[in-house]
């Protein structure tokens, strides 16, 4: 007796690696690297034909070609390249990250930035360039580098000591 439908897609194990990594983007600590050291060649890169738009159209916070001008500042608007840019403002995890919550030094909170895409072409060329800040919020103990807070040096204990004498 035939099945009342037919398995499509029982043998397609081979497949599912090749779909898992054809959809895989550069991860944040590369793109990070990238946007400190090396932008100004993302940004102008040679003629590759391989690459699409010959590798003229890059989105350096998404890590991705596009085929021309428009095409890469319809992409500034989109909600992906809004998430990646929220994404990059936290700074990335670092090994010393790492050591520090394997209890080898204290907890530092990581730092926030003010991170603005990229220039187009021509503000590139007017002299715009791509800026990472670093915002320091001082108000939020939270914020802090902990391990820098002043130790406690007993000025507590010695005023109440002061209130405990008798008037003279």
Known sequence: MPYARKKMHDGDTHLRRRWRLRSRTRDMDLIDEDLKKNSDAL?????DLEKPGFGQFYCIHCAQYYINERAL???FRTKVHKRRMKNLEVEPYTLEDSLRAAGQG????????????????????????VKVDVVIEEDKPAKQNLSKVPKYDG??????????????
């Open 43 to 47: 940004l102008n890169q040679e003629v």
């Open 73 to 75: 500042q319809d992409h």
């Open 106 to 129: 204290s907890f530092v909170q990581p730092q926030k930035r003010k991170m603005e895409t990229q220039p187009s072409k021509q503000e590139y060329a007017a002299g715009k360039r």
């Open 155 to 168: 000025q507590f204990a010695r005023i109440m000591e002061d209130l405990k004498k008798p008037a003279e």
